[in-house]
T-cell receptor, first 115, second 111 residues
Framework: EAGVAQSPRYKIIEKRQSVAFWCNPI?????LYWYQQILGQGPKLLIQ????????DSQLPKDRFSAERLKGVDSTLKIQPAKLEDSAVYLC?????????????FGQGTRLTVV | QKEVEQDPGPLSVPEGAIVSLNCTYS??????FMWYRQYSRKGPELLMY????GNKEDGRFTAQVDKSSKYISLFIRDSQPSDSATYLC???????????FGDGTTLTVKP
């Protein structure tokens, strides 16, 4: 079974630029999560999708971050404009229809450096 | 105060040692507690989860929850160099709820 795919693996941008990350969840998984993991910290949930709909985006900085999940499969997370404090690993995870965190699988993440 | 606290370590042990990793939490509503292993430059991997208080064993790993003291532990028996990683604990109110992670403990098992 293929895992959660993310791209790119690494990205370096200057502050105030925009950047987008892509995630392809495990086939058949209806629930998709985006997490931000700052160096030395645990992951923090940014947004959770159930199929096309947003379940939780309470910790998403909506003035600069946006996410979409078209057709209930792939998802894109965008930052515009980026700030220095956005430097982090952005993790995508997915779980089955039941949306159980105890069944979620993580991708390898995209490491973003903002200079 | 963070809802889930972990000693960041680093923790270094010789191969074969018993490892104890610990977390404390402040949210009394947490019902499920999870342990993840995260290798360098990889995503977290769920090791096991427990519901409420008690123990759960899976191979060399044992998770323990004491809700009265809001204390959770992960024990690794016969530790191996391949266990070297960062271990993250997390609490959730329900299995479909949002995970709240600790900041992780870095473990090195030396051959």
């Amino acid at each position: 079974e293929a895992g959660v795919a993310q791209s790119p693996r690494y990205k370096i941008i200057e502050k105030r630029q925009s950047v987008a990350f892509w995630c392809n969840p495990i086939s058949g998984h209806a629930t998709l999560y985006w997490y931000q993991q700052i160096l030395g910290q645990g992951p923090k949930l940014l947004i959770q999708f159930q199929n096309n709909g947003v379940v939780d985006d309470s910790q998403l900085p909506k003035d600069r971050f946006s996410a979409e999940r078209l057709k209930g499969v792939d998802s894109t997370l965008k930052i515009q404009p980026a700030k220095l404090e956005d430097s982090a690993v952005y993790l995508c995870a997915s779980s089955s229809n039941r949306g159980l965190n105890t069944e979620a699988f993580f991708g390898q993440g995209t490491r973003l450096t903002v200079v | 105060q963070k809802e889930v606290e972990q000693d960041p370590g680093p923790l270094s042990v010789p191969e074969g040692a018993i490892v104890s990793l610990n977390c404390t939490y402040s949210n009394s509503a947490f019902q499920y507690f999870m342990w993840y292993r995260q290798y360098s430059r990889k995503g977290p991997e769920l090791l096991m989860y427990t519901y409420s208080s008690g123990n759960k064993e899976d191979g060399r790993f044992t998770a323990q929850v004491d809700k009265s003291s809001k204390y959770i532990s992960l024990f690794i028996r016969d530790s191996q160099p391949s266990d070297s990683a960062t271990y993250l604990c997390a609490g959730i109110v329900s299995r479909a709820g949002k995970s709240t992670f600790g900041d992780g403990t870095t473990l090195t098992v030396k051959p």
